[in-house]
Structures are given as structure tokens and as C-alpha cells.
């Protein structure tokens, strides 16, 4: 009888840890600190350790409202869109250093239209403009927002990255939607954005992102 | 692109998932939208899900609602009322019964909200009340209600039903007649008759968190306070709330100046999972094409052998990298076809569009067109034609999930014909887990339940052919310590369920050969035979007509079965049946989907099923179901006729990580043997309907994640 108990627990230890063929067990899915049992974050660390060493262009990126700071080096650069991608498969996509799009921050931004604000920012000018936002909603739903901003250049910074210094000008957006308003800053080296402010969703809130030459 | 002043009038939706907690209106003891024990006149948010629990006196409600529409909510209550009954065997009542309310007017600046109920159809009618009550919000923190209550809330105060003046049979209300055996009956000829009375009450949101009641109650409790198991001493009750942030509500109350209630509720919407739009890791951005290694390779790369192996290579590490399967593929200059298994995400758009990511970052610039064939067990289900183009098009754009769409051709992919790659099959899975098992409503124990060790093997040795077999050991649990036997007068069928949890130590629970198969255009088969589920082994087929996209399928099941030893290993009893039905299956759009299945059941009777899903495009659904069949409602026996809930959660819903898993569970009031079908996996319409539209439509704001 005790020995039928002893198999009963270990047969129940088993299944609770659980295993399978597909490499997951029951419990994964909870985990945060899940073990890597299909193999796919140690590919997605050899893949940015790849990049690295092929000297692509990074930068470095915090998200305020999760105190997160991580890395990201440029993935893929097509018809002036860059995707920068972190060893943890978390990207962001900018368009003249404007966020157009994030992927496993969750309340992730799908894409956006910065068309009628970039020119204003990138030439230094003030005015009004909008923009246009794309999120899934709890259904896979597309969900727009629409936001007018106002663009204001506050002038002449300095600016000390990770101890490069850059002069720089700041501007400011400041938008308003019918549920949500924000204020992104762009501080412009020559055409590049050097660091910005940049907010990516109510669930999110902003990203802060800064260039750094290793 | 989109116009600006189209996307300016499609509406500013609210950005939703996050932010403020929604102050919901408050359940009552009753766990409907109320105060204590009277009704109020709000509705819940639309699809919003509760579970409130409530105890006073001798009454404990247990009860799960759902804002079915905005404007109608159901509930189903299961009630436990001690001494209830003082003279008979079982001194305590338990009822279940169900409820319904609709929202006639909306509350808005200066109209209050309106809403007529019927309480507790269905049951032994212990709790039968209907009412209309209406509540308006005179400041954002204070609301108030009156209300006019038949039945249980006709009774104190309760003066000549007014809807008399309409015809003077209102005026008397038929008393509860019967014995067990007629619960479950519709009692219509009681709704809104005999006295009316009056009810009302005020509340007060103190803090986001805190509010207070008082209430004036038109329940007077006559039977309880007859078997002297309530006292009514005032009809003022009085309590105080307080609203968790993740859902949860606690209230102390005060009732009928002489006892003290308690009740605790949980209230979610499946609109709102914790990550709305997921979590998971980012598909790979698309490179230019003319930068990828197999740019290289020239024009001539369809006729050489090597190349096409690195492709297939190439195509298999990376799409296995998001979790998908390549069986089969084929290459030519400008076109390539991919037959692919998704064994990661439960959004099939989310595995099409990372299937075409891959496409578009491993194929040879020549390549325009992508051709993706979803595959389920070996079968393709569907033919999606996309354009590299398209893709380049649109990754970035702000309106690319719905143009996205529009420039895929979906068609039927019956005539698709590859050879599977080597090594794909054979194919072996297992997997060990434990689960757990329930069973609910014996009122010796209305919870009883297992908890084991489980383990699935399956082998597919071609395309379409599936051996696969489930076995359970139960650890601990008191499954095994049901008493009660059926007194059903039909063949038992179903209603000795509790004989195999009695007898049966391992349990196998399937063990089945099927085969699936496309038998031509929008038609799809299955052919199973072997121990078919828990109670029954035989052979079972089925055809099913389902185009890709529109919302009719039809389809037809034919089962010979035997019925299996309690023991639940490799034998049968003597009884065996032929059973078969005649499906239409039918997508109301807006996420409803309705069912009827009319056929010959377990038991030999012949009737039909009608069953009513409201899904939820994330893939939680909840729905409901009921059959009439030619067995009477007394011959049928307590309940009088088969019904049921049915519940899925998504597990994506609830980690936000992408699975194909999900936990699914019927609450029948009753397990009787009435309208009994054949448990069997695997029915074709929701195996087949994933990869087809509506469904692939309502979530391809997927196909970019």
C-alpha cells in the first residue's frame, strides 16, 4: 500500500511539473521566469549577439512607467523604417527617429502616422499638426486614435549621453486625443535624434530613448 | 492609404484594456444587478461575467450571470436553503434554477434606467419573483431605485396585481404544485401574477471603493418565516460594500432588522483579457529583399537541387523558430506554396502573418507570390494567397491590418496536394499533466472532484490519420464517494456517471484511430472508431459542408456505439445504440453563433439541440444550449428536459502568452438521460473553423503581432 502511495506521488509530482513533446509543461505558460524549453530565447540572444558583432548601429531604451532599461540594436533598416530589437525579442520601429510601431511591450503601439508631425520636428519649426495611432484592443480589434499636436521649439540644450556631448535643440509635441494626451520631446542633433521622450500607449506610457556609440 | 477624414469618422474608440477601474453597478444577494436583496435598474457592462456568492439565515446563493447584450442578462443559481424542508428525507432544499433580465431604457441625463426581470424560472420556483425597477444616478455618487415586484417581491406590502385592469386571471397566482420531478419547467402561467408590491432603496458611492445601501425590501419571506427559519422583523436592510481593484467585491449587510448576511462576488469582462493584443516576443521585421543571402543565387535557383534544399532548410529553422511546422513546400521562380501546422498561437492570423514574415525573409527576391495552407491533423484547411508586395506595403502602415486582409484571397484548399517533407511523419506526441475533474449538484455533496495524473499519447503515421489515447489515474479525491443511483426509467445512458467514478481506478478515457479527410470542395470527413469517450467505444462519421467564408456550414454524424464498463478499461455492457444527427451551424456575426442539431440521442429518443455561443474574438465564449426530445418532461424527471452552460477561457487570455490550449467546462444542471449525445472529440466544425473566415476576419488585427 505505501509502495502504491509512493508511485501515486511521484506520478502526481510528474504530472504537476509536467512534460511533453512539444518541450512546454503546464505550469510554463505562468512562469515568469519559464525555462526555455523550445530553444527560442537562446536563438533570439544569438541572433542580437550576431548583430553586435557586426557592428550595427544601437540604442538605449527605458521604459518609464516599468523602470525597464535594455539595449537594442538595429534589425532591419527598409525605406528609411529602422527596427531595433532587444535580446529578449522586444522591438520598436522608428521613422526619422520617430516610434512608428513596438511588438512584445505589450499595449503595444501596431503602428502609427507621424507624416503631418515629422517634418515640423525634424525642421525645427513650430505648428500644428496630427497624428494617428493603431492598437489592438482585448478582441484583436483594430482601435484608432486620432491627436492633434502642438510643436514648440524650446530651443538650445546640451545634451551628455553615456558621456558624449551633443548640442542639440529640443522640441516639444504636445497632443491631445479624445481619451489620452501626452507630451513626447525630441532633443535634434544636426537631422538625427539624439534622445527623445516618445509615448507608446495608455497601458505602456513613454519610452525613453537615447543613441550610444560603444 | 486611408483618408484622414475617413479614419476621423470611423470613430475615436476608447483605448481599451487599462486605466480606470469601471464602477460597475453592484450585484445583489441575488447576484444580479441590485442592492441587497431587491433588484435595481442598471445593467452590467456589455459581456460582463460574475460570480457572486451570498450567505444569510439559512440561504446560501451561489450564482454565475452574464451580460449576454447590453441589454439582456442570464444567470444560473445554485441554491443551498437549510430545513427547508423540515418533513421530508432531505431536510435542505438545493435549487437550481436560472434567471433573466433585460434593460428596457438606458439611463441617460434626465431618463432613468429601466429594466423588467424574471427571477428563478426553471427551479423549484423557491425564489420565484418578477419585477420592473428603475434607478437613476442623482448625483455621480448617489443613486436611488423604486421598483414593483411579483411573486417573493409582491409579498410584503403586497396590495391587488394592477395588471388586473388588463385581465383578472393576473390576479392569482397558481402555488407551487409538483414534486422534484417537475422542476426545470418554464412555470409561465405564474409570471407577473398575484399581488404586487413595492420596493426601493438609495445607495452612496462614499470612496472609489466604498458604498453604502439601505433598502426597503417587498420580500417577506413567508414560507421561511412559516418553518421558522427567518425572522422578518423590519423590511429596512442595510450594508456596506467595498470593490477591490482586481474585481472582487466583499459586502457585510444587515437584513430584516434581525440577521446578519455576508456576500463576496468576482466580476470580469472577457472583452478584457490582462494583455490586450499579447505579450509575446516580436515577429522579425522584414528586410529589404534584395539584401537577403538568397538574392544571391541568380535566376536560376528553381532548378537546382541544393538551393531548393537550403530554402526548405532555411524556411523549416525559421518557422519553426515562431512555432509552426513546415509539411510540405514548393518553390517556383515567382510563386511559393507552404503547408504549415501552427502548434503556437491561438490567433490563426497571428500564425499566417508570422508564416509570410518568414516567407518574406527567407525567399529569393523572384518570389511575389506566397501561398500558405494551413494544415490541421493532415488536413489543409484553407488557401491564403498573399503578395510580397502587400507585405512590404503595408508593415508599417497605419491601416495595414484591414488592407492587409482585403488583398488576401482565401479559398478552399481541398484540391491542395503536396507531399509531406521527410520527417514530418511519422509524427509522436505525449504529454504528462495532472487535471482535475468536478462534479456538481449532488446534494449529498454539491462539490465533488478529482485530481490526478493524466497522460496523452498520439501518433500520426500519414496525413490525416490520428491514433491517439488518453488515460487518467485519479490521486485523491472523493469522486468515488457518490450514494446516489439513478431512478431514471430510460436506458441509463448518462445518469449512471456516478457507477464509473465508483468502479473505475485507471481510467481510459479515449482510445481512438481517426481519420480526416477532404472528400472535395468545401466538404470535410472524419471516421473514428475505438473507446470514443468516458461511457461509450464504437465507431463514429461525420461529414461536414463548410465553405471558407459565409456563415452557414452544414453537416451529418452517424454513430454505432456501445456502452463501456464502469470500470472504464477495455469492456462493454449489453447496451449498445445507433445515433445520429443532422447539424446547421450558423455565424450571426457580432460574435453569436447558434447551433441545431436534430437526430436520434443515446437513450433511442429522437428530438433536437439548440444552442446559442457568444464568442469573443480572443476566444473565450460562454454559451448555453437545450434539447427536446419525445421523452416527456416526467419521464425525463428532475429537470425535465437537458440543459446546460458552456464556458471556454482561452489560457492566452489569462498569461497573455500566445497557446493553443484552453480550458472548457458544461455545467448541466441535471445529468439525466434525456437528449444524451455522444461525447466525441474532434467534431468537425470546430476543428475546421479557425483557418476559415468569420473567424480568421474578426481577429486578423492579429496578423502583424
Redesign the interface.
Known sequence: MKHLMHI?CV??A???A?????GE??LD??RADAPDR?G?KA??QARFAQLLDNNAPTLLVGVESRSQLAGVAL?????G?R?W?TP????I?T?GGLL??T??????L????VSGVAPLILARQAGQA?R?H?????????????YVCDIENLGKREVTLLGDRYATTLMSEDCI????AFTNLYWLSGTEVVQSRQWV???TGPLQIGVFSR | ?LP?KN??A?G????????QAQQEPTLSFYGTTGMIDMPTGFAQPDAQLSFATSYFGPTLKNTLSFQITPRLSGSFRYSVIEDFDPTQATPTRYDRSFDLRYLLFEEGDLRPAVTVGIQDFGGTNTFGAEYVAVSKHFTPRFSGTIGIGWGRFGSYGGFTNPLGVLDSGFENRPGNTGNINTTGRLDIDKWFRGDAAFFGGVQWQATDKLSFTAEYSSDAYRIEVQRGIVDHDSPINLGAAYRFDNGWNLGAYYLYGSQAGVSLSYSF?????K??????????????RYTLAAASWGNDWPSQPEYQNTLRTQLEAGLS?E?IELEAFEASGTRATVHVHN?RFG?E?QAIGRTANVMANTLPPSVETFVVVPVVNGVPQSRLTLQRRDL?EL????????SSYVRTQIEDASGARLDPLPGVYPR????????MRSSLFDPDNPFRAD????LNLGYMPSPGVVLSGQIR?P?VGNLDEVTRVSNSILPHVRSDAGLYDIQSELEVMHLTGEYFFRPGNNLYGRLTAGYLEMMYGGVSGELLWKPVSGPLALGVELNYVKQRDFDMLFGFRNYDVVTGHLSAYYDFGNGFTGQVDAGRYLAGDWGATFSLDRE???GFRVGAYFTLTDVSFSDFGEGSFDKGIHLTIP?SW????P?RRDYSTTITPVTRDGGARLNIRNRLYEVTRGYHDPMLR?????F??
Not at chain 1, 18 to 22: I, N, P, Q, T, V
Not at chain 1, 177 to 180: K, L
Not at chain 2, 275 to 288: K, T, V
Request: with cysteine.
Open positions: 501515486a506520478v502526481l510528474a504530472a504537476v509536467g512534460c511533453s513533446s512539444e509543461s503546464q505558460y505562468f523550445t527560442r536563438t533570439e534589425s532591419a533598416d527598409r525605406d523604417r527596427t530589437t529578449d525579442d522586444v522591438s520601429s521613422q512608428v510601431a511588438r512584445g511591450l505589450s499595449f503595444d501596431m503602428a502609427a502616422d496630427e494617428f493603431r492598437y489592438l484592443d482585448g478582441e484583436y480589434h483594430t482601435v484608432f486614435s486620432s486625443g479624445t481619451t489620452d500607449s495608455a497601458g | 492609404m484622414r479614419l476621423l470611423l475615436l474608440c476608447l483605448i481599451p484594456g487599462v486605466l469582462n472577457p472583452k478584457s483579457p494583455y490586450p493584443g499579447g505579450r509575446e516576443g516580436a515577429p522579425d521585421p522584414l528586410q529589404p523558430h512555432g502548434k490567433i492570423a512590404e508593415e508599417g502602415e497605419l491601416d495595414g491590418a484591414w509522436f506526441s505525449y504529454e504528462l499533466k495532472s487535471y485530481v490526478g495524473a493524466e489515474q490521486i469573443f474574438d480572443n489560457l489569462l498569461s497573455g502568452d497557446a474578426d481577429s486578423w488585427g492579429g502583424w503581432r
